[in-house]
C-alpha cells in the first residue's frame, strides 16, 4: 500500500509532556498537509509544507507546536508541554498540485 | 464571519433511496469544492471537486451541484446502499496559493436496510 501512513495511530500521554508525531505521505507527492481534528468537528489546518519549506501555518499552531519537513519527504509534528485541549486527531494529508488531498489514518492523542 | 454549513443532524434514509446532503457557505470565495467521506477512526477519503465555473459533476452514483451565487453545494447519492453511511465532508479549497481545505463539520448518513 503506497498511501500516506502515520505514526503512532495512538498516543496517551501525560499533561505537560512532550509528544511527536510522524508522517510519511506518497512518495511522488511534494505538497504536505497537517490538520486537527476534534469530535463532531471537521479537520481544521494546521500548516503546510511544499517539499522542504513550511509555507503557511494556522494561528491555531501556537508557539508549543512545531512541524518539519527535512528532505521534503517524511514529516513530523510535536507538541511541547501538552494540555487536556491538545486531545484530538492529528491528520496528515499530502497532494500534488491542483489535485484531491490524502490523507493518512490520523495519530488519536489522549491527554491526561 | 466565514462560516461553512452542513446539517449537524444525522440523515437517516432507507436503502435504494436517494440521499442529499447540504453546505452552505458564508463569506468565502472558493476556487474548488470537494466532499470526503470519513469513517469513524479514519482519515477522510476524496470523493469529487468541483471548480467554481461548473454546475453540476457525477461520479458513478455520486452527482455534486455547486452553485455560487446561493453559495450552496448539494451531494447526491443515488440508489443509496447501508456501505455508504458515514460522515460526509464539505471542503472549500481556496485559491491562495497553496490550496488549503476549510471543512465543514460534516454530516452523518445512516442508511438502513
Known amino acids: 500500500d503506497t498511501g500516506v501512513s502515520q505514526d503512532p495511530r495512538h498516543k496517551i500521554t501525560k499533561r505537560g509532556q512532550n509528544v511527536t508525531f510522524r508522517c510519511d505521505p506518497i512518495?511522488?507527492?511534494?505538497?504536505l498537509y497537517w490538520y486537527r481534528q476534534t469530535l463532531g468537528q471537521g479537520p481544521e489546518f494546521l500548516t503546510y509544507?511544499?517539499?522542504?519549506?513550511?509555507?503557511?501555518k494556522s494561528r491555531l499552531l501556537s508557539d508549543r507546536f512545531s512541524a518539519e519537513r527535512p528532505k521534503g519527504s517524511f514529516s513530523t509534528l510535536e507538541i511541547q508541554r501538552t494540555e487536556q485541549g491538545d486531545s484530538a486527531m492529528y491528520l496528515c494529508?499530502?497532494?500534488?498540485?491542483?489535485?484531491?488531498?490524502?490523507f493518512g489514518p490520523g495519530t488519536r492523542l489522549t491527554v491526561l | 464571519s466565514q462560516k461553512i454549513e452542513q446539517n449537524s443532524e444525522a440523515l437517516n434514509i432507507q436503502e435504494g433511496k436517494t440521499a442529499t446532503l447540504t453546505c452552505n457557505y458564508t463569506?468565502?470565495?472558493?476556487?474548488?469544492l470537494q466532499w470526503y467521506r470519513q469513517d469513524p477512526g479514519r482519515g477522510p477519503v476524496f470523493l469529487l471537486l468541483?471548480?467554481?465555473?461548473?454546475k453540476e459533476k457525477r461520479k458513478e452514483r455520486l452527482k455534486v451541484t455547486f452553485d455560487t451565487t446561493l453559495k450552496q453545494s448539494l451531494f447526491h447519492i443515488t440508489a443509496s446502499q447501508p456501505a455508504d453511511s458515514a460522515t460526509y465532508l464539505c471542503?472549500?479549497?481556496?485559491?491562495?496559493?497553496?490550496?488549503?481545505?476549510?471543512f465543514g463539520t460534516g454530516t452523518r448518513l445512516l442508511v438502513s436496510p
Open positions: 494529508a499530502s497532494s500534488v498540485l491542483g489535485s484531491e488531498q490524502f
Open positions: 512518495s511522488e507527492h511534494n505538497r
Open positions: 509544507f511544499q517539499n522542504e519549506a513550511q509555507l503557511e
Open positions: 463569506n468565502y470565495s472558493p476556487a474548488y
Open positions: 468541483i471548480r467554481e465555473n461548473e
Open positions: 471542503a472549500l479549497l481556496m485559491n491562495t496559493g497553496f490550496q488549503k481545505l476549510v
